[in-house]
């Protein structure tokens, strides 16, 4: 801690360290999740479809937004919610307009709504 009383950014306030157990600060995405959300990124910036996301970590979710350019509101928002986990499923995707486009208890399943549909064309 500093003498004008700022914290630093990596130090908890108060001092005190959680109790094993207890309730997090904040809801975060796991290491295997980020893995498979920065995975289907790259293959979205690859094809050309998204340039920018960020990351936030709040008290009741964690969300990952998408965006088509850093200067526009995000295009998709898939928040991890662990208040939802037992009914609804706490992953969700979320478009610009708010619509949930799909939401479940296994991230991968909810992921798969961005797979791209084959279609045939009839000939």
Do not use: C
């Not at 980020?34 to 995975?39: A, E, F, N, P, Q």
């Amino acid at each position: 801690m500093s003498l004008t009383g700022d914290t630093e950014p990596s130090e908890r306030h108060g001092g005190v360290p959680p109790l094993p157990g207890s309730a997090p600060d904040r809801v975060t995405f796991e290491r295997r999740e980020l893995d498979r959300i920065l995975r289907l990124y790259g293959r979205m910036v690859a094809d050309g479809e998204w340039r920018d996301y960020a990351i936030d970590f709040l008290k009741d979710r964690a969300v990952f937004s998408i965006f088509r350019r850093s200067s526009e509101v995000p295009i998709y928002r898939i928040e991890k919610n662990p208040k939802l986990s037992r009914r609804q499923g706490a992953y969700s995707v979320v478009s610009a307009t708010g619509l949930i486009m799909r939401r479940g208890h296994e991230l991968d399943r909810v992921l798969r709504v961005f797979d791209k549909k084959l279609s045939l064309v009839p000939g």
